[in-house]
């Protein structure tokens, strides 16, 4: 059960975070005054938010470094911890609390493009610097770009991902970025034979964005892709549903019958139900479905619950069922209980009228009306 009073910025940015960052600073620099780094630092955290702690850190850090970018460098580098086990090939984001790192040299060595950015390469070995890059992709696209294309080939596998990542159109929490989606595509199609699934990650969940920009591009990719057969099949499959995870929820033709599922398939509903007429916010219901396939065929069953908004608005949620392959004469019986949760934080429910729709392979096969109750 998940804990109410969590707080993600008191777990990552706290009291023995910043010490573990002051004992590796103080180590590499002798004048560090590490007592008075750590409370003034901590002075200010009951105010701030998670990134508002890095940008802090940060500035508390560079008050210790000299005015020049270039006499920064080597006391900034002297200070990183140990670069990330090079064994490892996914799940290796590293410390949150070497982020500051990442901001302190794309705010001071923002003049300084080559720099900057070749210590960025050694930071992002410690902990990903995805979101400051993007500054410098506005700032100085040709000298970032130019250092992508070196970065794309490198044996560290952190630095062939931030190619990818650094670059994704619609990366969360980061600044969006001025170059076009097709700057990038060239990058895709080199790491998308990766054998690290830390990248090939990075560049499906590139795709996704590109999937709610320009759907048929991702579509296009993807399908050449296949021919091409560079990736291994199991892997490029992978990919493929997580980067078509948008577009299958939308129900987009192509992505499913990319995936093998067509749009039209040969069913029959014998049922889909509700367990309830009318529940009360914060209550539950049991929705039970069974399907017969008349040959054989692939299905992603899902289905959508049109929560009402403020003002008459209906704001649709795809929920999942199951994926099934059935052979001809086949039937298949799903259940699931939706509970419909009145303190999500992301939307409120109202009341009234709620319909829910059996949705198979992007299409509507059916609807339920439920009514929820305060």
Known sequence: ???????????????????????????????????????????????????????????????????????????????????????????????????????????????????????????????????????????????????????????????????????????????????????????????????????????????????????????????RWKQEKRQKAKELEWMTRHATRTLVKKGDPAALSLLGYPPDPPIEIMRFSASETQVAIGGKILLEVEIEAKTATKLIVDYVVDFQKSGGKVSPKVHKFKSVALEPGERVSLSKSHVFKGNATTYRLYPGPTPIHLQINGGRSGTVVITLTE
Not at 47 to 71: G, M, N, Q, T
Not at 165 to 172: A, H, Q, V
């Open 1 to 223: 059960m998940t804990d109410q009073g969590f707080s993600l910025k008191d777990d990552l940015f706290n009291a023995g975070t910043i010490s573990d960052l002051a004992a590796e600073v103080a180590a590499a620099w002798p004048t560090f005054d590490r007592a008075s780094f750590e409370a003034k630092v901590l002075a200010r955290f009951p105010e701030l938010e998670l990134k508002a702690r890095v940008d802090w850190i940060a500035v508390c850090i560079s008050d210790w470094l000299p005015e020049r970018f270039e006499d920064q460098v080597p006391m900034i580098l002297s200070a990183l911890p140990a670069k990330l086990d090079p064994t490892k090939s996914d799940d290796d984001f590293g410390r949150f609390i070497h982020a500051p790192w990442g901001v302190v040299v794309a705010k001071n060595g923002i003049g300084h493009p080559d720099l900057a950015l070749d210590t960025l390469a050694e930071i992002t070995q410690r902990f990903s610097v995805e979101l400051v890059i993007r500054d410098f992709i506005n700032r100085w696209p040709k000298e970032s770009y130019a250092k992508f294309d070196e970065w794309a080939d490198s044996d560290n596998y952190h630095l062939r991902r931030l190619v990818s990542e650094g670059t994704r159109p619609l990366l969360p929490w980061a600044p969006r970025i001025s170059s076009e989606i097709a700057q990038a595509l060239p990058f895709l199609d080199r790491l998308h034979v990766d054998g690290t699934r830390y990248v090939t990650r990075s560049v499906a969940n590139h795709l996704n964005d590109i999937a709610k920009i320009e759907p048929a591009l991702v579509v296009e990719i993807l399908e």
